[in-house]
């Protein structure tokens, strides 16, 4: 059977608005306001990158309020992280496996996200994916002591080319870099679907798209400002399908 993939982008596109607002910022006593708004200041009098800044504002701010940071408590935060419909109960992935199937196709589930990979580990449905590429820490005695991988929205599109070459991980630039006929790589682009919502998948929308492959944009149905950013995707020709965020049958 030939392969094929679903690559989906986390935030926004699986679970409404960003993991790290469900729990782990009230906990550490801030509104998500104050937070991005820290974030994006912090961002620019640095001159950094955004997801760099946000994970090491995490860690600034649980210390301050004396929480730990630990692979198990990340993932107890992201467990409470509200789905779009038809994904918690596990649905959307059995319906699309057994139509990938009949049509003689081995269809493998991806995430692709700049949010917190240990959070997104504690989702109800991580088991559903056969790899997790998000932002994630550095550990040492359990405790997270510094960002370790930072994707942002330029970044993402290298892990395309690794799915296409069939290297599942990080840290293999050797083979990532290394010529591979077309013929070679086990995962064709045109057998990919991403999807996503926001302005951080826009470049994984467009060369995707180029490359033959497909990506969706969806939306939450609710926000007005959502929807009017979708439709310029699809004006602008960076994706090929939008959708509302809504996993259900039919």
């Not at 798209?209 to 007005?224: D, I, L, M, N, P």
Request: hydrophobic share 35%; proline share 4%.
């Amino acid at each position: 059977m030939a392969r094929a993939a679903f690559i989906y982008d986390f935030d926004g596109t699986l679970a409404k608005g960003n993991i790290q607002e469900t729990a782990f910022i009230p906990a550490i006593g801030m509104t998500k306001g104050d937070f991005w708004k820290e974030v994006k200041s912090r961002t620019k009098t640095e001159d950094a990158d955004q997801i760099l800044i946000y994970m090491q504002l995490m860690l600034e701010k649980a210390k301050d309020a004396v929480i730990a940071v630990t692979k198990e408590s990340l993932a107890k935060h992201g467990s409470s992280v509200e789905l779009f419909p038809g994904l918690a109960d596990g649905s959307w992935f059995d319906r699309t496996n057994k139509f990938a199937e009949e049509h003689d196709l081995n269809l493998d589930h991806y995430i692709l996200s700049s949010g917190t990979l240990e959070m997104i580990n504690g989702c109800p449905i991580s088991r559903y994916f056969k790899k997790i590429f998000a932002s994630k820490y550095m550990y040492v005695d359990e405790t997270a002591i510094w960002p370790c991988v930072a994707i942002n929205y330029t970044t993402k599109t290298q892990y395309l080319f690794r799915l296409n070459k069939g290297i599942e991980n990080t840290w293999n630039d050797d083979d990532l870099n290394k010529f591979t006929p077309e013929n070679k790589r086990p995962l064709p682009f045109e057998n990919m679907v991403f999807f996503g919502d926001g302005d951080t998948d826009v470049p994984t929308m467009k060369m995707l798209k180029h490359k033959g492959g497909t990506s969706v944009a969806v939306y939450e149905q609710k926000e007005k400002k959502g929807l009017d950013k979708i439709h310029k995707l699809l004006s602008n020709e960076r994706v090929d399908f939008t959708a509302p965020a809504d996993y259900k049958e039919h």
